[in-house]
């Protein structure tokens, strides 16, 4: 039990470009859903959080402009990155929680801005 | 503060104990979680423990609290060469948004 999914793994785009990247939770209702963000050889950085038909709480210093997140469905949440720059370039790994505290993770999805 | 930190690499030889250091700063938090990374991988959550306890144990993991001295720590028995990962702790808070704050990330390289 406890699966999330992330599609698509790998994406590569030109520059100015979006590029929509989804997270399911497969078996569970996801009260709410974080994206973070990870660079090489780092820790992750939570971009933001997201509930279910609300808004998303962006974390300091992340662009809700650039970083557009809906999260229309208990099993479904989706960040959209507008415009993307080689600097976007970056491993974005998504984590639903259900009705206990526990994050279960994504695969991630590896985007590369060209 | 909210900062967690973590030893940055670990190398042991195959067979034997692994053990993972993390300390953390907020002594609110009310769960803290190891996860592991492989490469190009999501995290895979390994063990949790609740604050009001001390010790956890699950097959070949142990983790300890010891809550006075905000450190946390994950004990890996007979370690084994598919163990060779990046290990995250991270706690939560019961209040508001359920956030993780994540160490800095351990990583493991098991020597055969």
């Known amino acids: 039990g406890a699966v999330v999914s992330q599609h698509p793994s790998w994406v590569i785009c030109k520059s100015g470009t ?9 078996d569970f209702q996801a009260t ?9 050889k780092q820790s992750l950085m939570l971009m933001a959080t997201s509930n279910e038909g609300s808004k998303a709480t962006y974390e300091q210093g992340v662009e809700k402009d650039k970083f557009l997140i809906n999260h229309a469905s208990l099993t479904l949440s989706t960040l959209t990155v507008t415009s993307a720059h080689p600097e976007d370039s970056s491993f974005y790994i998504c984590s639903a929680k259900g009705s206990y505290e526990t994050q279960y993770f994504g695969p991630g999805t590896r985007l590369l801005v060209l | 503060g909210e900062d ?3 030893s940055l690499f670990l190398s042991v030889r195959e ?3 692994s053990v993972i250091n993390c300390t953390y700063t907020d002594s609110s938090s009310t769960y803290l979680y190891w996860y592991k990374q492989e490469p190009g991988a999501g995290l895979q959550l390994l063990t949790y423990i609740f604050s009001n306890m001390d010790m956890k144990q699950d097959q070949r993991l142990t983790v300890l609290l010891n809550k006075k001295d905000k450190h946390l720590s994950l004990r890996i028995a007979d370690t084994q060469t598919g163990d060779s990962a990046i290990y995250f702790c991270a706690e939560s808070k019961t209040s508001g948004t359920y956030k993780y704050i994540f160490g ?3 990583r493991l390289k098991v020597l055969a």
């Open chain 2, 104 to 106: 800095t990330g351990t």
């Open chain 2, 15 to 17: 067979g034997d104990s």
């Open chain 2, 4 to 6: 967690v930190e973590q």
């Open chain 1, 18 to 26: 979006s590029v929509k990247i989804e997270c399911r939770s497969l």
């Open chain 1, 32 to 40: 709410t859903m974080f994206w973070y963000r990870q660079f090489p």
